[in-house]
Each structure stands twice: as structure tokens, then as C-alpha cells.
Nanobody, 115 residues
């Protein structure tokens, strides 16, 4: 199993970024996917989740209304569209899947929100 995140970077407050997570090594369309983040000195926290077919999504209160999780099962990719970014959104963002065999994490992509 491999999860590869991309799309992070430096953005000004109020800006937008779109993260991608390309998955391989398992049947992507059978599993829900999640995004987590970890800020410096803080514990990793859950950000958003999406069901296997994409029909159900859930968000942490801190990002609700600003972030949108989506997926393209034909491309084995899950996305996180982040709008109205705030400095407190600065973190390493991780893609996550729990399969019947084990849990898997990507290597993470850095998002920095600063003026």
C-alpha cells in the first residue's frame, strides 16, 4: 500500500490550496479515506473523512465550511480542497486508510499559512 500526498505549500491567509493523495496497492473504491494534520508541537488530529463511494463526508468543526473532501475512484485519488485558510491551519497534512490488513499513512505534505 502506498499513499502519496501532494499540493502543499505556502499560502497567504484567506488563500486556497488543493491537496491530493494518490493511492495504490489496495482496492481504493472499497475503503473510506481520511485526512489528518499535525501542527508543530501538537498531536495529530483528524480533519475530514469520505466514504468508499464518496456519498458521505464528515469534517472536524475547525474546518467545516472551509474544507471539502472528495475522491475520484477512477484515478485512485482523494482530494482536500482548502479555502479561507488561516494561520492555524499550518500543519503537515496526511492521507490515511484503514484496510482489513492494517492502517496506512502517507508521508505528509506541508501546508504553511502565513503572510
Amino acid at each position: 500500500v502506498q499513499l502519496v500526498e501532494s499540493g502543499g505549500g505556502l499560502v497567504q491567509p484567506g488563500g486556497s490550496l488543493r491537496l491530493s493523495c494518490a493511492a495504490s496497492g489496495f482496492t481504493f473504491s472499497r475503503y473510506g479515506m481520511d485526512w489528518f494534520r499535525q501542527a508543530p508541537g501538537k498531536e495529530r488530529e483528524w480533519v475530514a473523512g469520505i466514504s468508499d463511494a464518496g456519498g458521505s463526508t464528515h469534517y472536524a468543526d475547525s474546518v467545516k465550511g472551509r474544507f471539502t473532501i472528495s475522491r475520484d475512484n477512477a484515478k485512485n485519488t482523494v482530494y482536500l480542497q482548502m479555502n479561507s485558510l488561516k494561520p492555524e491551519d499550518t500543519a503537515v497534512y496526511y492521507c490515511y486508510v484503514a484496510t482489513y490488513r492494517s492502517d496506512y499513512w502517507g508521508q505528509g505534505t506541508q501546508v504553511t499559512v502565513s503572510s
